[in-house]
T-cell receptor, first 115, second 117 residues
Framework: ETGVTQTPRHLVMGMTNKKSLKCEQHLGHNAMYWYKQSAKKPLELMFVYNFKEQTENNSVPSRFSPECPNSSHLFLHLHTLQPEDSALYLC??????????????FGPGTRLTVT | AQKVTQAQTEISVVEKEDVTLDCVYETRDTTYYLFWYKQPPSGELVFLIRRNSFDEQNEISGRYSWNFQKSTSSFNFTITASQVVDSAVYFCALSEATKTSGSRLTFGEGTQLTVNP
């Protein structure tokens, strides 16, 4: 596997379900990100992890719970979601050095539908 | 606060035409970075270019070129001799030079480019 992978690619879940999205990066990066992309809206940064530590939570509701067990893996645990949470969820990774900003490499995304 | 504006929501051209996608940004930082990404129908964002605020040289990569002008806070992207495969949504993004967290990208709303045969 190369680059950034995400599973599953598509997910349909009811409002009472619990599911998890998985992201894995094979680029040796030390920062990972979750984004939400809704129709007709800019990409919204949700969470940032740097060396496994969460460094940013962009006012995301608690029904989204991230987990980063190591620098290569990132999860997004979902529970009691709302229909408005239906969107494309994108994972990304990048190198990070203080005082700079490197390009992020994105996975193919998980298309989530909440019914 | 940072902001990126892509005023062109949709552009439609005929194959082989040149097309320019506009990007205007706002930031109070003196050190910042600008990016362009391509999102084809498959959904995955593809990185195209990264520029820092101290490098105003224009860049050309094949049919792609970028014009960075600090005086007008713009970072425009031109595709020469467009092809059907260039059809995608193109995003401009801005990031400050962070101290602690990873790169925090602020994206524009994107421009949907359709290249017709």
């Amino acid at each position: 596997e190369t680059g950034v992978t995400q599973t599953p690619r598509h997910l349909v879940m009811g409002m009472t379900n619990k599911k998890s999205l998985k992201c894995e990066q094979h680029l040796g990066h030390n920062a990972m990100y979750w984004y939400k992309q809704s129709a007709k809206k800019p990409l919204e940064l949700m969470f940032v992890y740097n060396f496994k530590e969460q460094t940013e939570n962009n006012s995301v509701p608690s029904r989204f719970s991230p987990e980063c067990p190591n620098s290569s893996h990132l999860f997004l645990h979902l529970h009691t979601l709302q229909p408005e949470d239906s969107a494309l969820y994108l994972c990304a990774s990048s190198q990070h050095e203080a005082g700079s900003s490197y390009e992020q490499y994105f996975g193919p995304g998980t298309r989530l539908t909440v019914t | 606060a940072q902001k990126v504006t892509q005023a062109q929501t949709e552009i439609s051209v005929v194959e082989k035409e040149d097309v320019t996608l506009d990007c205007v940004y706002e930031t109070r930082d003196t050190t910042y970075y600008l990016f362009w990404y391509k999102q084809p129908p498959s959904g995955e964002l593809v990185f195209l270019i990264r520029r820092n605020s101290f490098d105003e040289q224009n860049e050309i990569s094949g049919r792609y070129s970028w014009n960075f002008q600090k005086s007008t806070s713009s970072f425009n992207f031109t595709i020469t001799a467009s092809q059907v495969v260039d059809s995608a949504v193109y995003f401009c993004a801005l990031s400050e030079a962070t101290k602690t967290s990873g790169s925090r990208l602020t994206f524009g709303e994107g421009t949907q480019l359709t290249v017709n045969p």
